[in-house]
């Protein structure tokens, strides 16, 4: 039954994941006078806790170099207040969501009912031990469909995220570690890509594989071994777990149909371009 978390991830989250590749975003960060990049990123994501220091953004973050976090945050709140940040994300988000989709689309009954049925579940979730989540439940919703929608994908995408960087601790995988060994898995993170997006040097990410080849989760070769992939499958068997909250609260019949709709909205997101070649399969 838990898998059903896992088919909710993969089919919804895209409709909150455009935000970070949309020139919207990225231009209205800008015009607060936040660099474009990590700051723009790290205090995008991270403004729904407030004025928070590196430490905060680094740890739940969880796979990102802290050491790209330092120059960046708090730094960023000396330019643009939280509050300004939030704006300009939900403002880009409307945009985004208007240009991908349409202005027809975003107007639909099919929107409508969606965001009815992602709220429901949303509003199902616990905050604790769920920071980021526990920080976006905090935000007041938008009243616009579209934008209700895009707002309780954010909160089930950090509710599940919060509950994946538990599991890996469990699982005695650092953040490079776990994005070195997806890194591996055909549909995984391009290792070239993992490597520059999260900030991390070529020493770090060797040393990374090494530390997994030490624990027999990839070879020599950099190849996942079975032992690998046992490991990312109890971690990934136990993000599931840990995410069902909204999915129980639906049920099958309900979570099947937001799963459908969902993925409908995703599919078109897709077609128009929402996410580059290569990073659609990454958490």
Not at 15 to 25: G, K, L, S, T, V
Not at 87 to 116: C, F, I, N, P, Q
Not at 133 to 161: C, M, N, Q, S, V
């Amino acid at each position: 039954m838990t898998e059903i978390a896992r088919r909710a991830k993969q089919s919804l989250e895209l409709i909150h994941a455009m935000i970070y590749f949309a020139p919207e975003a990225a231009d209205g960060f800008a015009g607060l006078g936040l660099e474009r990049g990590l700051m723009s990123y790290y205090a995008g994501r991270s403004a729904a806790m407030g004025p928070v220091g590196a430490g905060v953004v680094a740890a739940t973050f969880y796979n990102f170099n802290p050491e790209s976090v330092a120059p960046v945050i708090p730094r960023a709140w000396s330019i643009a207040a939280p509050e300004a940040v939030l704006a300009a994300r939900l403002k880009a988000a409307d945009a985004a969501l208007r240009r991908l989709l349409g202005d027809a689309t975003v107007a639909s009954g099919a929107v409508a009912e969606t965001a009815e049925l992602a709220r429901e579940a949303a509003q199902a979730c616990t905050p604790d031990g769920k920071p980021l989540y526990a920080a976006h439940a905090d935000l007041p919703w938008p009243d616009e469909p579209h934008l209700k929608l895009w707002h309780a994908i954010t909160l089930l995408r950090e509710f599940r995220g919060d509950a994946h960087i538990a599991a890996l601790q469990h699982g005695g995988l650092s953040g490079i570690q776990a994005l070195a060994l997806h890194s591996t898995v055909p549909g995984g993170f391009d290792g070239n890509a993992a490597k520059k997006l999260r900030a991390w040097s070529d020493e770090q990410w060797d040393r990374a594989f090494q530390e997994l080849r030490e624990r027999g989760l990839v070879g020599a070769d950099r190849e996942i071994t079975e032992a690998g992939h046992a490991l990312r499958e109890e971690i990934e068997a136990a993000t599931d777990a840990m995410s069902m909250a909204p999915w129980s609260a639906l049920g099958e019949a309900r979570t099947t149909e937001l799963i459908g709709s969902g993925g409908r909205l995703s599919k078109a997101l897709v077609e128009a371009g929402a996410m580059p070649r290569g990073l659609r399969r990454t958490r």
